[in-house]
């Protein structure tokens, strides 16, 4: 499971049930997977802590269990299920488990009031964690691992800005960017695109589809957000 999330490019920190393990670890992290087996009452330390640091305020952490379903409904009673983002029956299979990792939207609609709400589409996980972090400082980011996870939210939230990437597999940037103009509830979205390539070629392509703008994804994260900030100004 470890070397298929470290494939999968998710930096992974490990630790025993325990408290006190746990906070050693540097650079406390926002996705916990906790793995439940055998006695369970070590567990239940691990699961009021674990609780104490996702409801914390401020900060945008989740938990995955992972176990069988006497261990899962046995572990819902030390930490509720409605603060469980997704539980996963053993014998797990990783790829369900990093698809949902990936699957960063949420179908919640709210967020911040008065704040614009941003789409990063991206088949790119790291991609995707890296741009939410850099995004949410200063608007609502929602992020999609594929075109068709980004049109099928789109379906039920709006959206005042996408960041969409160029080239992804079986749809690529370019397809949705047509789908969407082809849509008249999606049309009026503004979509800048992300490209890794810098070639006169490529970025000639890029433009000649008729985005707001295109970013480089090697783009330090302040011309970023100056990108992002200077769009929204000239709104």
């Not at 996408?162 to 960017?177: H, K, N, R, T």
Request: include cysteine; glycine fraction near 6%.
């Amino acid at each position: 499971m470890i070397k298929a999330l470290k494939e999968a490019r998710f930096e992974v920190s490990t630790a025993e049930p325990d408290m006190v393990e746990i906070s050693l670890i540097q650079n406390i992290p926002d996705i916990y997977l906790v793995y439940l087996e055998g006695d369970l009452n070590k567990f239940n330390g691990t699961l009021k802590y674990l609780k104490k640091l996702v409801t914390e305020e401020g900060r945008d952490r989740v938990l995955y269990l992972i176990g069988n379903p006497m261990e899962i409904e046995a572990a819902y009673d030390v930490y509720p299920k409605s603060l469980v983002s997704a539980a996963f029956s053993r014998p797990v299979n990783i790829q369900d488990v990093i698809q949902k990792l990936n699957m960063l939207i949420t179908s919640e609609a709210g967020g911040v009031p008065g704040r614009k709400k941003v789409l990063v589409v991206d088949d790119d996980g790291v991609m995707l964690r890296t741009m939410k972090i850099w995004l949410s400082k200063k608007y609502d980011a929602y992020m999609a691992n594929s075109g068709l996870n980004a049109l099928q939210f789109l379906s039920s939230n709006h959206v005042d800005l996408i960041l969409l990437d160029y080239e992804m597999p079986v749809a690529s940037g370019l397809q949705i960017f047509e789908m969407l103009k082809h849509d008249s509830n999606l049309c009026n979205i503004p979509v800048i695109f992300l490209t890794s390539k810098d070639d006169k070629e490529t970025v000639m392509k890029v433009l000649a589809a008729g985005p707001e703008k295109y970013l480089l994804k090697s783009s330090e994260p302040d011309l970023l957000l100056k990108t992002v900030d200077d769009f929204f100004k000239g709104k």
